[in-house]
């Protein structure tokens, strides 16, 4: 009897396997534009099932470790990173992974380059992505508010294609006192020697051996107080070691222990009397770390995107070599329903994500209409809260795709669903996030614009095979028109109670105005059916799930949060209405 070994999943060239990214940019891009780029896409797609892989494979087997004295009992707290890690990034300034954001060759196209790119680096990149999303963030931040002499070293180093030259960013706000509420962050900035220096506990420091940081701390008045509350926080750059290569007055206590993202130095340090430069006004900080936020969320999109892609690729390959029954994988009707239900959640995830790519882009170039800018404002909430939900439920599904060997550790498998389970965490949790899309909404009046946008794309859908789906994202979309009306009007306890569930609706009917966009020039382009059959799917789904906010339904949900006694007559009340 010959013994069996199972085949494993083999991934191919992400780049020409991926139809999703290749159809997109054949649609987003001039053909001048994709002529020049496509040929470094294909070519790294390549390298991100090569080389690139070997050294994630690294930075996963080598976790990284804090070194807190010297053989002779000095204290030095170095973090000892993996070959990979310091090979990816080298990886990063050659292949301008931030760079080209910022050269903008291609003027507002150049980010829609930059992150296509990014999409194909972030599932070989060792967890790579996260300090390379706070460099980028705190890159743009010091273009839009830093000074000159910010700009010519800190922005030039962030920027380079240089791997010598090349710094990156952390990113360090969280406190013991506070996670998403940073209004309860603790650390003082003193004027001390004609300069401030900053003195408190940073409890959650992720990619703490970047060359600087950004954070947050109070600035200390003459008479030792402060302004407290999110009005008081100010804005600072630190770099985290001197001339000398010695700590910043930095003293590391530990790293995390974390469930996924391990390969990522993740530390919780003592700041006393760091160095450290304003950046704008005192007390503005909240206001302009959001520059900063708005691309580390994007990232988060991209990252979720990129997950369930690379889980798909394992997936379909793996369909198509395991046995059971009698039958592959993939001629099993019901798991090919599976992975198809996959694909439509992935290309979702996809579309919404590089549509807010594009948005940026116009942003950041000068070239967004008053009604793009506000769009961006409330869908960078939107694409983070919902791609990072769809990417932890596709992680689990696709892990299950492979039986028994999807949980074992050393397939590489369990991986993507405990990387997967930050993004709902990282830059504001999803209910952080649904209160945020309020305030676009609230403040910056971002609801009609967005709004108009879905209605005029539905306006320009011909293809007869799409009228169903258009009609069904029109009904979906005067609901929620109807629904915003008449929770606001119920005061904010209703309309908070209410946001998870409208900021997932409105994400989803974006989602449909684009896939049917997208649909209708991919039937006209190349009479293709793909893209029509998945806008077809998409819209064929439940696209606005709201749910009642009102006084009486807002008392059962507190009963049930907190497991409290309910009378049956108001139970019996909310079931009647």
Known sequence: MTEFFQDPPV???????????RTYLRHALPRDVLAEVEPDLRRFGQRVVGDLREMADDCDANEPRLV???????RIDEIITARGWRQLDAVSAEEGLL?????????????????????????????????????????????????EALRRGAL????????????????WMTERSGGSDVGGTETVARLEQGGYRLYGTKWFTSATTAQMAMTFARIQQADGTSVRGSRGLSLFYLETRDAQGRLNHITIHRLKDKLGTRSLPTAELSLEGTEAKLVGQPGSGVRNMSTLFNITRIYNAIGAAAGMRRGLALARDYATRRVAFGRKLADQPLHVQTLADLQVEFEAAFHLTFHVVGLLGKEECGQASTDESAILRLLTPLVKLYTAKQCVAAASEILECFGGAGYVENTGLPRLLRDAQVLPIWEGTT??????????????????????????RLASITHAELDASVQATREALRRLRQYA?????EGPEAWQTGARGFAYSLARVSIAALLLEHAQWAAADADDGYAVALARRWCGRELAPLI??????????????????????HALARQAT
């Open 11 to 21: 991934l191919r060239n992400q780049y020409d396997d991926d139809h999703t990214l």
């Open 68 to 74: 807190q004295f010297d053989p002779w009992g000095r």
């Open 99 to 147: 760079a080209i954001g910022y050269e903008r060759k291609h003027g507002p196209l150049s980010r829609v380059y930059q992150f296509a790119k990014l999409y194909l680096f972030n599932p070989s990149s060792g967890g790579y992505s996260c300090p390379l999303a706070m460099s980028d963030g705190a890159a743009r931040l010091i273009e839009v508010h830093g000074d």
């Open 156 to 171: 030039a180093r962030l920027t380079t294609r240089d791997p010598h030259k090349f710094w990156t960013s952390g990113q």
């Open 431 to 456: 209910n952080v996030l649904s209160l945020d899309a309020l305030r676009a909404i609230e403040k910056d009046d971002a609801l009609p614009p967005l709004m108009s946008d879905i209605e005029e």
């Open 485 to 489: 009306a008449q929770t606001v009007g």
């Open 548 to 569: 009642a906010v009102d006084a009486a339904e807002r008392a059962a949900s507190r009963a049930l949060a907190l497991a409290q006694p309910l009378s049956v007559n």
